[in-house]
């Protein structure tokens, strides 16, 4: 079946670390996108690709950083720059309207 | 920009009672609607979507919603909810970004429905 692989579902991170959340998709979807989660904040966008080696900022990017070598992939790094990084993260594809989403990876800096 | 606003940040229902969200977005072009819902600690499912053609979209749980495009709504009801509606539900909208070729996905901050026995 097709669909979006996000991993880890949990990750735990020191402060001043870089670590990279893994999105993997099998769908053939030309788009892909991350998005954040907090209580009461819905989803903000942070990084979006439309094709390989190509991606564009979206509302809340700094911090971030990512990379677009290969369609199926598009990893997100959460660097020490990121002063609030504890959030849900949710990565997506889609092709003509057509949105699907991963099951989410739940940063949490200790 | 655009933006999408969910009028109720909470909304507590009864069992079996009718139920409805309410979502306006700010965009004055074609653009794409969704409604997705989201269990704890899940990602987002599609409970329907606008594209084109009629106002009226049924979705999946015996939800539907209604395009308005002249008062840029999109409202979600059902009219029986059950205890496993229970769940985050969140407005969104497709539209391209600023740069003219680029779609992306704009959500509201989200209304959390409780269904009470």
């Known amino acids: 079946d097709g669909g979006i692989t996000q991993s880890p579902k949990y990750l735990f991170r020191k402060e001043g670390q870089n670590v990279t959340l893994s999105c993997e998709q099998n769908l053939n979807h030309d788009a892909m996108y991350w998005y954040r989660q907090d209580p009461g904040q819905g989803l903000r966008l942070i990084y979006y690709s439309q094709i390989v080696n190509d991606f564009q900022k979206g509302d809340i990017a700094e911090g971030y950083s990512v990379s677009r070598e290969k369609k199926e992939s598009f990893p997100l790094t959460v660097t020490s720059a990121q002063k609030n990084p504890t959030a849900f993260y949710l990565c997506a594809s889609s092709i003509r309207g057509g949105y699907t989403f991963g099951s989410g990876t739940r940063l949490t800096v200790v | 920009a655009q933006s999408v606003t969910q009028l109720d940040s909470q909304v507590p229902v009864f ?99 409780t269904v009470n026995p």
């Open chain 2, 15 to 113: 069992e079996e009672a009718p139920v409805e969200l309410r979502c306006n977005y700010s965009s004055s072009v074609s653009v794409y609607l969704f409604w997705y819902v989201q269990y704890p600690n899940q990602g987002l499912q599609l409970l329907l979507k606008y594209l084109s053609g009629s106002t009226l979209v049924k979705g999946i749980n015996g939800f539907e919603a209604e395009f308005n495009k002249s008062q840029t709504s999109f409202h979600l009801r059902k009219p029986s909810v059950h205890i496993s509606d229970t769940a985050e539900y969140f407005c969104a909208v497709s539209d391209l970004d600023s740069g003219g070729s680029n779609y992306k996905l704009t959500f509201g901050k989200g209304t959390l429905l």
